[in-house]
């Protein structure tokens, strides 16, 4: 298995917006169910959002309302639409695919920082 490819994160102030993007690549991408996560220092990863094959999603309580996650099977790629932004989404976003509990299936990439201001 590859890492997938996060992209899209930068500095921006609160109440801007960002959209993440993960590629994935392999004829399996469009029927995994991808996940969002992030870590701040210190902390653990914790899942933001996840979209299933079907196209059915969910979220930490965190970014409901705020953040949507969507995914284009064409170009094997998981969209994360993040709409105003507050500080404490500062955080390094990763992607991957759950299997149950913390566990998921590909190797960690490197991940997009995510830095909002106040």
């Known amino acids: 298995q590859v890492p997938l490819v996060e992209s899209g994160g930068g500095l921006v102030q609160a109440g801007d917006s960002l959209r993440l993007s993960c590629a994935g690549t392999?004829?399996?991408?469009?029927?995994?169910?991808i996940a969002w996560y992030r870590r701040t220092p210190g902390e653990q990863r914790e899942l933001v959002a996840a979209?299933?094959?079907?196209?059915?999603?969910n979220y930490a309580g965190s970014v409901k309302g705020r953040f949507t996650i969507s995914r284009d099977n064409a170009k094997n790629t998981v969209y994360l639409q993040m709409n105003s932004l507050k500080p404490e989404d500062t955080a390094t976003y990763f992607c991957?695919?759950?299997?149950?509990?913390?566990?998921?299936?590909?190797?960690w990439g490197q991940g997009t920082q995510v830095t909002v201001s106040s």
């Open positions: 991957n695919v759950p299997v149950g509990g913390t566990l998921v299936s590909r190797p």
């Open positions: 392999g004829s399996t991408f469009s029927i995994e169910t």
């Open positions: 979209i299933n094959s079907d196209g059915s999603t």
